[in-house]
């Protein structure tokens, strides 16, 4: 791959990141100019609504990468690692993994804080949740390309 070829897919990868980090940026910016008015008790119990959701679709996305690699032995997914596609279809669905975990450790996290923190570690989880909501989108999108062309 050429240098210029290398500068415009990092350009794009950095465009699509900031596409999807400002989509993320509504669900933060709707809390913060609405919901800091919401005691402590209730934004914990948000909390862990979050971090039950982001657990239960990170168990689903495991199983998915799980699929995925019961059927390397499959043309389609040959195919797709002669393309490189299989290495675009796993790093997204790792990054999604991660920031579904990362959203789990952070509402953990807000579980013991008040007042003040935890606004703000409201907005970092909603933000982070709201990030993974959109990396979601996009390796579901991917597996469900796959899966139908099985």
Known sequence: MSATNQSQNILVKAAMFLIKALAALLAPLLFYL???????????????????????????????????????????????????????LMNGAIATCALLLLTIINGIANLFLQCLQLELGMLAVLFLGGLSFTYLLESGIRFKNIITSL
């Open 34 to 88: 609405h919901g800091t008015s919401l005691s402590d008790e209730r934004l914990h119990s948000i909390s862990s609504v979050l971090i039950g959701t982001s657990g239960t679709i990170l168990g689903f996305m495991i199983a998915a990468i799980s699929i995925i690699a019961a059927l390397m032995d499959r043309t389609l997914i040959k195919n797709l690692k002669k393309t490189g596609h299989f290495d675009i």
